[in-house]
């Protein structure tokens, strides 16, 4: 059985994280969508929990997808979970040099674990949580770029701003 885990902050999850897991379901047995603990960029506007949730109902249509968190080294978490790889998503240059020093960090780390990417559909290579989020703070409308109930919760979230 071949598994992948695909790491990220996910504040919150978007359709070009979901674009990326759907290919990435084609490609493994299973997938796991892990939320990162230490990351946390500054302070994430979404909860740990609330990320996790967002992200079970967003594909709970979807099979062969498991959502969990992880802290530490996600090379560690990727072993645990018999993963063979780590997915991440390329949306356009400017994710390259970043992605590309990570990868070759992560393989120095553990040589079993491959970093595998994936481009989105080019209608979501300009979507990112910060731009979401950023967006949805001014009013802007991202119904484009998120599920509906990311969607609600954000509006939730930024209502008495
Ligand atoms: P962000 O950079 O949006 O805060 P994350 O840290 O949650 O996202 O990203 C997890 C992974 O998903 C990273 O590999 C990131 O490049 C990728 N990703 C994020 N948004 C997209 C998108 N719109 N299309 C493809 N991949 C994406």
């Known amino acids: 059985m071949k598994i992948a885990i695909y790491p990220g902050s996910f504040d919150p999850i978007t359709n070009g994280h979901l674009d990326i897991i759907e290919r990435a379901v084609h490609l493994f047995d299973k997938v796991i969508v892990t939320v990162a603990r230490n990351t946390e960029k500054n302070s994430p506007l979404f909860s740990h929990e609330e ?3 967002l992200i079970a109902k967003a594909v709970s249509e979807l099979e062969n997808i498991e ?3 992880f802290e530490g080294l996600m090379v560690d978490h990727a072993v645990k979970h018999g993963s063979v790889a780590a997915i991440r998503g390329l949306r356009a240059l400017s994710d390259f040099e970043f992605e590309f020093k990570m ?5 120095n780390l553990n040589e079993d674990i491959s ?12 979507v990112s ?3 979401v989020r950023e967006a949805a703070s001014l009013g802007g409308n991202v119904s484009d770029y998120v599920p509906a109930h990311v969607d609600k919760a954000l509006k939730n979230k930024y209502k008495n701003v």
């Open 51 to 53: 990320r996790i949730s």
């Open 67 to 69: 959502v969990d968190s």
């Open 103 to 107: 990868a070759l960090m992560n393989r």
């Open 115 to 126: 970093t595998l990417f994936l481009m989105p559909h080019a209608k979501y290579t300009h």
């Open 129 to 131: 949580s910060a731009m």
